[in-house]
């Protein structure tokens, strides 16, 4: 079966960089889109950034754009973040999500079909 599992979480202060890893088995991890979201309790999960099957195009959310990026490594099955200038409001359950083939509503957490177990990231101040 399908199972993503992140890691790469921790605890940083603010201006710090962490890295996240999303890594994929059980299904072809080079044909379909994938994204990053974060969750702080008692909110709705909240999208960060997506990118393509091949990795040609990358989105972001306003909140995060130049300061993370996304990639992939389809040869490694494995999705990553790369977090810069940390700030204390970046704190929260990061998920890694699967958006199946002829979804197009990257920002709507509806539209993911397989989700990672999440892995916390704190950034104090």
């Known amino acids: 079966q399908v199972q993503l599992v992140e890691s790469g979480g921790g605890l940083v202060q603010t201006g710090d960089s962490l890295r996240l890893s999303c890594a994929a088995s059980?299904?072809?991890?080079?044909?379909?889109?994938m994204a990053w979201f974060r969750q702080t309790p008692g909110k709705a999960r909240e999208f960060v950034a997506a990118?393509?099957?091949?990795?040609?195009?990358?989105y972001y959310s306003d909140s995060v754009k130049g300061r993370f990026t996304i990639s992939r490594d389809n040869a490694k099955n494995t999705l990553y973040l790369q977090m810069s200038s940390l700030k204390p409001e970046d704190t929260a359950v990061y998920y890694c999500?699967?958006?199946?083939?002829?979804?197009?509503?990257?920002?709507?957490?509806?539209?993911?079909?397989?989700w990672g177990q999440g892995t916390q990231v704190t950034v104090s101040s």
């Open positions: 059980g299904h072809a991890f080079d044909v379909y889109a």
């Open positions: 999500g699967r958006l199946p083939y002829g979804r197009t509503g990257y920002e709507r957490e509806s539209e993911y079909d397989n």
């Open positions: 990118i393509s099957w091949s990795g040609s195009n990358t």
